[in-house]
């Protein structure tokens, strides 16, 4: 007879699941130690763990919750639609966290009502988390951390953490199977463009690209760093794609629903031409991070591109954008023009 916590786990590998591990919700502590650390080696990432820290206490919200139910998805499977590679973060593109048409996203609601069904009361938030995911993982034995912040298990770090608070007391541990970081290795910080990643486990969260060019994208017109982001549109891979650890993980062997009609309306030009409507309706609700308003910071971050990219033409396309009706398009048309001599 399995015990409640076997029934999980063996539900979970059945839905395809790579990992699934359970523990007690004091296992996460530590999580907010972390945190105070992270500030106190870069100060000015405190305004930005401080939106982390419901993570930390997940009681305050879920004063029931006895347990944590974490599992891996691995993404690598996926065909990367050229159009896109390299300018869209693959964790982006092959989002299974809200895409309903994805078999992963099916399996995340199956898992739930499976729980359910169990008897648990259960709660997870799809998009934004329950608890600290990587640190949960770690404690659980999904896998590990390595010095690019990422969690690895045997798919590299190609991989969305899924969790889910349960109103149970249960242990079960996954068995850690990844190596630790070659010694001496510093790809994944020497290669970081805006030298967001500074040290093993240590980056400034406000100058990654994957920040600038999604939700924190703000200001790219006064952002220096902005001349490094190189082929990046929205989001970056680069401290991944380069790690020794993620060689052969990347499978491409599926096509993912829906992702190569779309990526075609995703080139530069296109996303400079987008409309709202278009916007709103069919790249927003996988995009999300950044609003339904905020077609704008797109149109931003590619003409950021285009400068970093500059061909010829680009040209038409950015002395376009000058007449924009969006103040901060303007701003950075400008910007770019007087840059480049336009
Ligand atoms: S995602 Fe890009 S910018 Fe951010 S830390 Fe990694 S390499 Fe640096
Ligand atoms: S690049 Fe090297 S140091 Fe960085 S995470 Fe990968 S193995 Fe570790």
């Not at 590619?302 to 033409?313: A, D, F, G, P, Q």
């Amino acid at each position: 007879m399995n015990t409640i916590e076997q029934m999980i786990q063996k539900k979970a590998y059945e839905l395809g699941y790579e990992k699934c591990g359970i523990i007690p919700i004091n296992k996460l502590s530590g999580y907010k130690e972390k945190l105070e650390e992270r500030i106190k080696k870069v100060p000015e990432s405190a305004q930005f763990y401080q939106t982390q820290q419901r993570l930390a206490n997940p009681l305050e919200e879920y004063p029931w919750a006895k347990s944590v139910v974490v599992m891996t998805v691995p993404y690598g499977k996926y065909k990367i639609p050229e159009v896109v590679k390299d300018h869209v973060a693959k964790a982006y593109l092959f989002d299974v966290r809200i895409d309903a048409n994805t078999e992963e996203y099916q399996h995340n609601r199956a898992m739930e009502k499976y729980m359910q069904d169990l008897g648990l009361q259960v709660v997870t938030n799809q998009k934004f988390g329950v608890v600290g995911m990587r640190w949960a993982a770690l404690q659980a034995g999904l896998g590990i951390i390595r010095r690019n912040n990422f969690l690895y298990t045997q798919s590299g770090s190609w991989v969305h953490i899924e969790a889910w608070l349960i109103d149970r007391e249960i242990e079960l541990k996954e068995t850690m199977d990844v190596p630790q970081c070659p010694k001496g290795c510093n790809r994944c910080m020497s290669a970081c463009p805006t030298k967001s990643l500074s040290a093993p486990y240590t980056m400034t969260p406000t100058a990654c690209i994957s920040f600038l060019t999604t939700f924190g994208g703000r200001n790219l017109p006064q952002q220096p760093l902005s001349k490094n982001f190189g082929n990046c549109i929205y989001g970056c891979d680069i401290c991944q794609d380069v790690c020794p650890m993620n060689k052969g993980k990347w499978k491409e062997v599926e096509e993912f629903p829906g992702l190569a009609e779309l990526s075609s309306e995703l080139t530069p030009e296109n996303i400079l031409n987008m409309d709202e409507d278009f916007y709103r309706e069919k790249v927003q609700p996988k995009f999300f991070y950044l609003s339904p308003e905020e077609l704008w910071k797109w149109k931003i971050d590619v003409l950021c591109y285009m400068r970093n990219n500059y061909k010829e033409s680009y040209k038409t396309y950015i002395i376009n954008s000058s007449n924009n009706e969006n103040e901060k398009i303007r701003e950075m048309a400008d910007f770019i023009r007087k840059e480049l001599n336009l």
